[in-house]
Structures are given as C-alpha cells and as structure tokens.
C-alpha cells in the first residue's frame, strides 16, 4: 500500500546493537511496527523480531556481545529473550515456511505488519496499514481468536489505548466467542482489565467488553448501574484532582483500585472471591476489600444520622462524625482514602460530608488525619510511674483524641489529662 494515501509514515526506533548479528530477512513484528507509524514513542522500547533461522543463536550472540540478559522464553518454539536497561527484545523463529504465513497466525491486521530491517522494507500482505489510517481494529480470523481467546479482550485494550474502533464484523465474531474467555489463565486476564482500568478511555470500552459479554464472565454481579457509576468514579476523580491540589498525586493507581471496587460484588466474601480468582495481589485484595468496608461503615452512619440530627458540628464533616470518631477512621484508611473519597461521591454521598475529609487528609499538619502525638509511651512510663503494657497504648490514643479536641494543648496537659485517666 502507497504510504503517502495513508497520511502515515514509518519512524523505527534505534535499535540497541548493529543489524548485521541479524540474519537477513529478520522482521519486526507486531507493536513496534505499528506504533512506529502511529508515531507512538516510549522511553523503554519493547521489541518482537521474527527470525527466518537460528532465533535462539542470534539472540545469545547479541546478548553476550553487548553484555545484555539472556533467557530462553520456548526451547520448542524457539523463542528467546535479550534484556537491556532500555528494552526488551525477544527472537521468535518464523511459524510456517514464509513470513506470510506467521503473520497471518497473528490476531489483529494492525499487528500483522512487519519491517524487514536489514533490507528496511514494510511487509503488510493484510492491510494493517489501511486499518491503522481508518483507526480501526480488525480480526485476521475468527480461528485466530478462538486459539487464543485472551485475544477477545485485547482488542478492547488496544482500542482503548490507541482511541480506535472495532470493525463491526470482528465485534460481532467476539461477541460469539465471548464465553471461551472464561477458559483463560486468569493472570492474563487480569493484565487486560488493568490495561483498560487505568486507561483514560477504558471506561468506554469496558463498557462495550461487558455488552459484548466478557466482563461478566469474571464478575457476574455487573449490570448497567454499574457501568454508570464507573463513569461517575472518573467523574469525581477528574473533580478531585481539579480542585484539591494533591489529591490527584499517583492518580492512575488509585483510580484504578477505585474502579476495581466498582467491578467487584459489594458484599466482601462475594468480591474476595472474584479478586482471588482473578489471582490479583493481597495488597490489592487489601485495598480493595478495605474500601468496600469503610464505604458499608460509611453507608450505615448515613442512614444512622440524618442531617436533621442534633449532633455537634465541630468535626466539620456534615455532622456525620465527631472528632474521636474521624480520628479513628483515618487510622483504618491510612492510604486507601483517596480511593474510598472516590467512591463515596460516585455513590451519592454528599461532598459537605466527603470535602472536610478530604482537606483533612491533604493537609500534613491536621491532627485528626496524622496526628503527632504530644508525649511518648516512655514519657508516660517515666511520668505516671508506670510499667510496660497494653494501658500505655491506650492512654496516648486518648491524650490524641483530647488534644484534637482541644482539652489539652501541651505535653504538662497530657501527662495530668493522663494521670486522670489511670
């Protein structure tokens, strides 16, 4: 195909040794390829080479001459892998007895174009690059993505990430496949939700990946609530981030845990269970598991204490919690309150409630969200004649609590504030 009808052109990376350990005919294939002619750059480059011959002997001859890392990935296949501090390049022996014939193996036309690079000749006997000017994602087969259904959910990934669409005949062949996802090693399952988690359009295509019948497969309690308030997650996200300096810091993680929370059952066996199947990590089990807790804790103090209620407003936060009861509730979130801010809006809890919160916890010097204790268990032990046990732990969290509320105010206050209390 003719670049120039395409408003395309090919940018390869410099590539991280001298092309003549290559042997001729070595290919680019794959990501790299197509990046290149959508002008997509990253600072670690991820290379996919198909070898006509002697993969595993050109990628230990580079590795060993340019002192890089070596590992054999598929003895059988053929398969291995050059690890330096900028890339990863891995060697795959051609499948099939032509280039062709690999390619045609692959799962979508876009990632079907390969690069000869000693002869630097663009090879595209599927028409990726027609695809890639017309933004669209289209399947080689419906076999293709039967040998590999993971593929199923990947073509929503790339669509998220490269702002494509799918081609309509393709969506509706993925449609047909949808249940031999749920075969799939749930690990990589997994890598294509956070890939569409984290991504600014993910959202939309998660959307259609449930439509389409693949996200149920792993969460069966999503339904169309759902999907809206992955949107309305975002929404408040983007808000918070906006308009409180700070909170937006590390931002694709926790917005991620935060749509996570939104995927999963909201009872916390039920959600345990998707996230193990799903082999995610115990931090994020954790985090997420944390959050849909504090939100039922939250959800019950709402409906505990209507507005109405005559409780003290000095804790600033709509009424709903006094000072003591803030201070312990910023101990159990600790990192996940940006997570739990999130999702607490997104449900439709007032933000009179969620801001004070907020400010509390983006300012270093509140006492309520980090306190800085007045006095030590030592200073007691010496002060009040004490011995080492539980008691002390207790008396410092009080004297927390007096000081936050202001009925001690320095270290001689404290230590008379806790003689009472012993």
């Not at 990253?42 to 198909?50: K, T």
């Not at 089990?285 to 000095?314: E, F, H, M, W, Y």
């Not at 008691?391 to 003689?419: C, H, M, P």
Request: charged residues 25%; aromatic residues 8%; glycine residues 6%.
């Amino acid at each position: 195909m003719n670049l120039k009808t395409t408003n395309l052109s090919l940018t390869i990376p410099a590539l991280p040794f001298d092309v003549e350990f290559l042997p001729p005919h070595t290919c680019l294939v794959g990501g790299v390829v197509r990046d290149a002619f959508l002008g997509r750059k990253g600072s670690y480059l991820d290379l996919d080479f198909v070898v006509p011959e002697n993969s595993i002997e050109t990628a230990k001859r580079i590795a060993y001459h340019y002192n890089g890392g070596f590992v054999i990935l598929d003895q059988a296949r053929e398969i291995a892998r050059v690890v330096f501090p900028q890339a990863t390049l891995d060697f795959a022996l051609q499948e099939g007895d032509c280039l062709e014939t690999d390619l045609k193996r692959r799962d979508f036309t876009i990632n079907a174009i390969a690069y000869d690079v000693r002869e630097q000749k663009v090879i595209d006997p599927l028409g990726g690059i027609k695809d890639l000017a017309q933004k669209s994602i289209r399947m080689i087969s419906a076999e293709n993505l039967k040998d590999d259904p993971l593929r199923l959910l990947r073509g929503y990934r790339q669509a998220a990430q490269l702002n494509f669409t799918i081609e309509p005949e393709t969506r509706k062949t993925i449609q047909s496949l949808a249940s031999l996802l749920g075969k799939m090693a749930a690990e990589r399952v997994q890598t294509e939700l956070n890939y569409l988690l984290v991504c600014s359009l993910g959202n939309t295509w998660l959307k259609s990946a449930w439509e389409d019948g693949l996200i149920t497969l792993w969460f069966n309690h999503v339904d169309r609530n759902t999907i809206t308030e992955l949107e309305t997650v975002e929404e408040t996200g983007h808000f918070l981030t906006v308009n409180y300096p700070g909170f937006g810091d590390r931002c694709h993680q926790w917005l991620a845990l935060a749509k996570l929370a939104t995927l999963v059952a909201s009872d916390i066996p039920t959600a345990q269970l998707e996230l193990e199947r799903l082999k995610y990590s115990r931090s994020h089990i954790r985090n997420v598991l944390g959050t849909i807790k504090i939100l039922n804790q939250l959800a019950t103090l709402t409906d505990q204490r209507s507005p109405a209620s005559p409780r003290c407003s000095k804790g600033g936060t709509g009424d709903l919690m006094s000072l003591r009861e803030q201070y312990f509730f910023f101990l159990e979130v600790k990192k996940i309150f940006p997570i739990i801010a999130v999702k607490a809006i997104a449900k439709g809890m007032s933000k009179s409630i969620i801001i004070p919160l907020v400010k509390r916890y983006l300012n270093p010097d509140d006492p309520v969200a980090h306190p800085k204790p007045l006095v030590t268990g030592n200073d007691l032990i010496r002060e009040l004649d004490l011995k080492p046990s539980p008691i002390i732990g207790t008396l410092l969290t009080e004297i927390n609590i007096a000081y936050i509320e202001g009925k001690v105010t320095n270290v001689n206050e404290a230590i008379e504030f806790a003689s009472k209390l012993f």
